[in-house]
């Protein structure tokens, strides 16, 4: 098929403080433009980037305060016409031409609709039944994730397309103790510690989470091992989860250079989440060669495969007793170490990379 030139929406990839799918459009877009291919990308953006992000592509920087997908994004579509439209971590706009992919990350709002503001359970409702009726081929992240697409939108199954995302391949265990140590400083971390990673919104199970702790420490009687919640406040927080729990460290969002340092110094990840679409924390640790605890949920046992230990995310006990397991017996974290390495080798920004354009060529072949 002839050279297609292919819009793709990179407003989320200049986030100041990037959660996942933020990460995700960056690290994709990264490997897609890294790709020996015949197509011509061109990225949108709403602010202007970073000289280094990004720096051979093609761009189009529209600035705009408000509604910039539905307006200006939208209208630089029909100025250029382009012959696929891409949007990897938001939603298309109400009108364009052409045919489109679009990646939809989860539906946790559907089966947890008391974690989201009833305001932001609404648009992410329409906005999604939007995205995969517009779209000619929709991307999912997960099995689990095309399930539920398919499911609760009534979405024929051959329209969704399941691609596993990667993982940054920059993470590594850190090893170096003076790295670890001024880590520690930096963010007022105890020596030993648990960890968590991500926003702090009631999805995450931030209450179980520390429950759990508490109900372990109390069992100990006494203990040096902390628990670390990393990441920003996100909507519905509430201060009650970590109110006179000794032992917790809120540390806000932690910059990416100190990520890697992050989870190599934890005892585990601890990440029992209710609902995900994909998980980046459960690989990120496993990269890192941290153990790691999860949900039996959604996404994360097809993610974390037989690599971690699994639990049901309601079960305080369950929790606290995999949190026992993991900190005590040194041959179950060797395992999961080993396992950890094996199975994170399985997802790569490249194979992914490879697989989004062969969608997008697919859905632009049939749209000819």
Sequence with gaps: ??????????????????????????????????????????????????????????????????????????????????????????????????????????????????????????????????????????????????????????????????????????????????????????????????????????????????QAYRRWRVAQGKTDVGLVLAGPQGWLYDASWTAGAEGVVLTGYVDDADVAALYSGAEALLFPSLHEGFGFPVLEAMRCGTPVITSTTSSLPEVAGEAALLVNPRDEAAIAQAIERVVRDAALRTTLIARGAEQVARFSWPRAAEQTLHVLEQAARAGQ
């Design 1 to 210: 098929m002839r050279p297609l030139t292919i819009a793709v929406d990179a407003s989320r990839t200049t986030a100041a403080q990037r959660t996942g799918t933020e990460n995700y459009a960056l690290q994709l877009i990264r490997a897609m433009l890294a790709l020996d291919s015949p197509h011509r990308l061109v990225l949108y953006f709403r602010d202007e980037p970073p000289a280094d992000l990004f720096p051979a592509a093609d761009k189009r920087v529209i600035p705009w305060p408000r509604l910039w997908t539905h307006s200006r994004f939208a209208a630089a579509l029909w100025q250029d016409r382009p012959d696929f439209t891409f949007v990897p971590s938001h939603v298309l706009p109400l009108s364009f031409p052409g045919p489109a992919a679009v990646t939809v990350h989860d539906l946790g709002y559907v089966y947890f609709p008391g974690t989201h503001p009833g305001l932001s359970r609404r648009y992410l409702d329409w906005s999604t039944r939007h995205n995969v009726r517009r779209a000619a081929r929709i991307l999912a992240d997960s099995l689990a994730t095309a399930n539920d697409i398919a499911a609760h939108y009534r979405i024929p199954e051959s329209k969704i397309t399941l691609v596993y995302p990667g993982v940054d391949e920059a993470l590594a265990p850190v090893r170096d103790p003076s790295v670890l140590a001024a880590l520690r400083a930096r963010y007022s971390l105890p020596k030993r510690y648990l960890l968590f990673v991500g926003t702090l919104q009631p999805r995450k199970n931030i209450a179980r989470i520390v």
